[in-house]
């Protein structure tokens, strides 16, 4: 059974922001965050896909969270959303251990540095040595 809510941390590591569950269908659940108001909404999406016993396909496994805030000049919504994919090949071809090593990689770039850059649309051009307490094995 999926969560009832999720608290996750602001970039400031200290404030954390709860989100609650509003629906559930199949393999997706959509959480709204409990501070929402008319001008300001955010939502976590968790959805997979998950192929048939015997399929060769891949699951796919998909984090999204989604930032709503009406421009109070246009009264038009504008939107942010980050999302993380996951596609889990079936078989024992690509093991977990070598998967959660692969998403550990990802995640470790995941700091301000690496950020900072790449939210202004810049690729790595130098030594970019990160690491972080990522690990896809802990609770």
């Not at 000049?73 to 980050?82: D, G, L, N, P, R």
């Amino acid at each position: 059974m999926a969560a009832e809510s999720i608290i996750v941390t602001n970039n400031n590591g200290t404030t954390d922001v709860v989100f609650n569950l509003v629906s559930r269908s199949g393999y997706s659940s959509r959480f709204a965050d409990a501070a929402n108001t008319a001008s300001s909404r955010r939502f976590l999406e968790v959805d997979h896909k998950i192929s048939g016993l015997g399929s060769s396909q891949s699951d796919i496994h998909t984090v999204t969270i989604r930032q709503e805030e009406v421009d109070p000049e246009t009264a038009k919504v504008v939107v942010f959303k980050s999302s993380l994919q996951l596609t889990s090949p079936k078989g024992d071809t690509i093991t977990t251990a070598v998967q959660k090593d692969r998403i550990s990689n990802l995640m470790s770039l995941f700091n301000k540095t690496f950020m900072d850059g790449f939210m202004i649309g810049e690729t790595p051009s130098a030594d970019l040595n990160v690491t972080g307490p990522f690990n896809p094995d802990r609770d």
